[in-house]
């Protein structure tokens, strides 16, 4: 069984940063790419940013510049740092991992339970 833990969320003012970590855990083989989602209240989850195995990343426009993803392959975790964080990145931030396991080699993608990003005066 696989399992995406993210942790890290929180209220944050506008300007402010939080870092969001996601580990992925289990009878994993090999993970190719990881991402982050989030969504809003009475909105679609919208895709954030993505990294691939070899370290190539992809952002939503809305957060070019200000947010940055990364991964640590030895540790199975996936990072969001946001900065110069807006109101409207208010969401719960989703993380998900492209991944295999021993027992099922075909990827399939997992899913975390998600962390509550709020930003806020």
């Known amino acids: 069984q696989v399992q995406l833990v993210e942790s890290g969320g929180g209220l944050v003012q506008p300007g402010g940063s939080l870092r969001l970590s996601c580990a992925a855990s289990?009878?994993?083989?090999?993970?190719?790419?990881m991402g982050w989602y989030r969504q809003a209240p009475g909105k679609q989850r919208e895709l954030v940013a993505i990294?691939?195995?070899?370290?190539?990343?992809n952002y939503v426009d809305s957060v070019k510049g200000r947010f940055t993803i990364s991964r640590d392959n030895a540790k199975n975790t996936v990072y969001l740092q946001l900065n110069s964080l807006k109101p409207e990145d208010t969401a719960v931030y989703y993380c998900?991992?492209?991944?295999?396991?021993?027992?099922?080699?075909?990827?399939?993608?997992?899913w975390g339970q998600g962390t509550q990003v709020t930003v806020s005066s």
């Open positions: 990294i691939g195995s070899s370290g190539s990343t």
């Open positions: 289990g009878s994993i083989f090999s993970i190719y790419a």
């Open positions: 998900n991992a492209y991944l295999s396991t021993a027992s099922v080699q075909a990827p399939y993608l997992y």
